[in-house]
T-cell receptor, first 116, second 112 residues
Framework: GDSVTQTEGPVTVSESESLIINCTYSATSIAYPNLFWYVRYPGEGLQLLLKVITAGQKGSSRGFEATYNKETTSFHLQKASVQESDSAVYYCALGDPAGNTGKLIFGLGTTLQVQP | AQTIHQWPVAEIKAVGSPLSLGCTIKGKSSPNLYWYWQATGGTLQQLFYSITVGQVESVVQLNLSASRPKDDQFILSTEKLLLSHSGFYLC???????????FGPGTRLTVL
């Protein structure tokens, strides 16, 4: 079936360190999946961080980057230097642009704690 | 700019009692609307979607129902709550089924 697996949290890093949150997907019923990273900051709603709809392309936002790798079915989230304000829960998600339901398939989420 | 509002923010309800959760989207005509649910420790699951007024499709059966009485309003309800209904309910909209979705702030439901 279709599924998303991401780094199990919590992930704790110190400010200015680099970060990678792994995301791999299985899209057995989706011909051309779209990939997303969503983020929920403390006390806020779920926000779109970045999206990539074409394999081989990279998306970026707020210093975060993720590359859609069809060969390894991965969409890892990276940042070169994290800040305390990046502390949040990050969700990787998979979408089917040709599907009837518009359903997004989410991973379990990864809690990131950035220490000052 | 589009805004999405959910109500209530949180609910504590008894098993067997009725439930109604609401969602309103402003600033976008004819949006696609979605309900998602997240159990504690679980992932977000899509429950319902709607592409137009009066039309709602169920994706997962959880003894819940949904309705879209107006273009900008989406309602989630049940006549009898179960313990398993506890969790976090999110409403979302998109321009089209192929586009990214934007989520509301959510409603935390606790069933006792």
């Amino acid at each position: 079936g279709d599924s998303v697996t991401q780094t199990e949290g919590p992930v704790t890093v110190s400010e200015s360190e680099s970060l990678i949150i792994n995301c791999t997907y299985s899209a057995t019923s989706i011909a051309y999946p779209n990939l997303f990273w969503y983020v929920r900051y403390p006390g806020e709603g779920l926000q779109l961080l970045l999206k990539v709809i074409t394999a081989g392309q990279k998306g970026s936002s707020r210093g975060f980057e993720a590359t859609y790798n069809k060969e390894t079915t991965s969409f890892h989230l990276q940042k070169a230097s994290v800040q305390e304000s990046d502390s949040a829960v990050y969700y990787c998600a998979l979408g089917d642009p040709a599907g009837n339901t518009g359903k997004l398939i989410f991973g379990l989420g990864t809690t990131l704690q950035v220490q000052p | 700019a589009q805004t999405i509002h959910q109500w209530p923010v949180a609910e504590i309800k008894a098993v067997g009692s009725p439930l109604s959760l609401g969602c309103t989207i402003k600033g976008k005509s004819s949006p696609n609307l979605y309900w998602y649910w997240q159990a504690t420790g679980g992932t977000l699951q899509q429950l319902f979607y709607s592409i137009t007024v009066g039309q709602v499709e169920s994706v997962v059966q959880l003894n819940l129902s949904a309705s879209r009485p107006k273009d900008d309003q989406f309602i989630l309800s049940t006549e009898k709550l179960l313990l398993s209904h506890s969790g976090f309910y999110l409403c979302a909209w998109s321009r089209d089924r192929s586009y990214e979705q934007y989520f509301g702030p959510g409603t935390r439901l606790t069933v006792l």
